[in-house]
């Protein structure tokens, strides 16, 4: 369904398929799957969300999508949250023109909404888009916040001199501060 969504070809999804789970499923398969699927979504995205997440972490994911005959670049926004008993959740997600401030507000305000105030909320960590970080200011405003692990070694990683002779080098070293159990 995937396959379908991010508008593949019939051929190219026959092919995903079959080295997926060794056999190829039609065109017309995949839209009835997607039918039964709509009632779930509908309840996920509508649902009632309990207030015992105690990190958040947003993020876009940016895939193409087939909107009439053309493929268009859409991101994909989520909150993933981690409860108070440390486990992960998808808490919420939506297809976004871009990880504008008004798309990600109309997110976190929708989660809001349904029941995440945010008082067990010790942390969100972001990438850094300056849409998501204003977003967060405007219905968490207490909330703290920060550059997600996986970003800031992104980001060091490419500001680094003489890759090859540092990189190694540096990168234990950042990974030792990470996996520090204390300040």
Request: with cysteine; aromatic share 8%.
């Amino acid at each position: 369904m995937l396959a379908m969504l991010l508008g593949l070809s019939v051929r190219k999804q026959r092919k995903f398929f079959r080295s997926f789970i060794g056999d190829a499923i039609s065109h017309t398969t995949a839209s009835k799957l997607i039918r039964t699927l709509e009632g779930d979504l509908q309840w996920f995205r509508t649902r009632k969300i309990e207030d015992k997440y105690k990190y958040l972490i947003l993020d876009g994911l940016w895939v193409k999508v087939k909107d009439g005959n053309k493929l268009k670049e859409k991101v994909i926004l989520f909150v993933l949250g981690i409860t108070l008993d440390n486990k992960k959740e998808i808490v919420a997600f939506r297809l976004a023109k871009g990880e504008t401030e008004e798309e990600v507000t109309a997110l976190l305000n929708d989660v809001y909404r349904r029941g995440l105030e945010g008082k067990h909320l010790k942390l969100i960590a972001l990438d850094g888009a300056k849409g998501i970080r204003a977003a967060i200011n405007m219905v968490y405003p207490y909330a703290k916040w920060q550059l997600c692990y996986v970003h800031k070694l992104r980001n060091l990683n490419k500001h680094i001199r003489h890759k090859i002779n540092n990189r190694p080098r540096i990168m234990r070293q950042v990974r030792t501060i990470y996996d520090s159990e204390n300040k």
